[in-house]
Antibody
Framework: EVQLVESGGGLVQPGRSLRLSCTAS????????MSWIRQAPGKGLEWVGF??????????EYAASVKGRFTISRDDSKSIAYLQMNSLKTEDTAVYYC?????????WGQGTLVTVSS | DIQMTQSPSSLSASVGDRVTITCRAS??????LNWYQQKPGKAPKLLIY???FVQSGVPSRFSGSGSGTDFTLTISSLQPEDFATYYC?????????FGQGTKVEIK
């Protein structure tokens, strides 16, 4: 059974950093692009970015709203994708989902809440 | 960036009704269009991918159509478990973008 479990969310002050993890199981992690999507409270879905597989250079792409502040990485040996979030802003407050997704997200985690507030 | 516009933003319908939600892209996205269902407090669930392919395990009452800029999600006979918010998403290029959502409520 495919499972994705996010962790690492919590309350953080503006300007600080936080790292989210997405632990995968039930599939060959290294064969799939992994994406991060977020949802601010009461709002719609916003694509954050993705990381391609190693054969495709493990390249990353990001939304303009997070580019330069957020970094996606992966550890295929541990089946974990990471979202390093630096210089956090109040508008980054959201539930963050990881998904097995390139053209479409067929499996999603349950999400982890990040609250940026002083 | 490609803008995705869904209509309506919300609708009220009864069990058994046929429901249609539309999604329009600001430029052609070929068939790179997906539909998700989201219930409160839950992660989105993939319903339709590449415009018209029904994800495994999704009931046959869900269907998708369209290409280019105009797309449709149809629920042929609305069931109680279908009351939720529906989102379209384009994966034609990055940044991938979602529609603003359509909330389907009980009439």
């Amino acid at each position: 059974e495919v499972q994705l479990v996010e962790s690492g969310g919590g309350l953080v002050q503006p300007g600080r950093s936080l790292r989210l993890s997405c632990t995968a199981s039930g599939f060959t992690f290294g064969d799939y692009v992994m994406s991060w999507i977020r949802q601010a409270p009461g709002k719609g879905l916003e694509w954050v970015g993705f990381i391609k597989t190693k054969p495709y250079g493990g390249t990353t792409e990001y939304a303009a709203s997070v580019k330069g502040r957020f970094t996606i990485s992966r550890d295929d040996s541990k089946s974990i994708a990471y979202l390093q979030m630096n210089s956090l802003k109040t508008e980054d407050t959201a539930v963050y989902y990881c998904a097995r997704a390139y053209d479409y997200g067929d499996y999603w985690g349950q999400g982890t809440l990040v609250t940026v507030s002083s | 960036d490609i803008q995705m516009t869904q209509s309506p933003s919300s609708l009220s319908a009864s069990v058994g009704d046929r429901v249609t939600i539309t999604c329009r892209a600001s430029q052609s996205i070929s068939s790179s269009l997906n539909w998700y269902q989201q219930k409160p407090g839950k992660a989105p669930k993939l319903l339709i991918y590449v415009a018209s392919f029904v994800q495994s395990g999704v009931p046959s009452r869900f269907s998708g159509s369209g290409s280019g800029t105009d797309f449709t999600l149809t629920i042929s006979s609305l069931q109680p478990e279908d009351f939720a918010t529906y989102y379209c998403q384009q994966s034609y290029n990055t940044p991938q973008t979602f529609g603003q959502g359509t909330k389907v409520e009980i009439k």
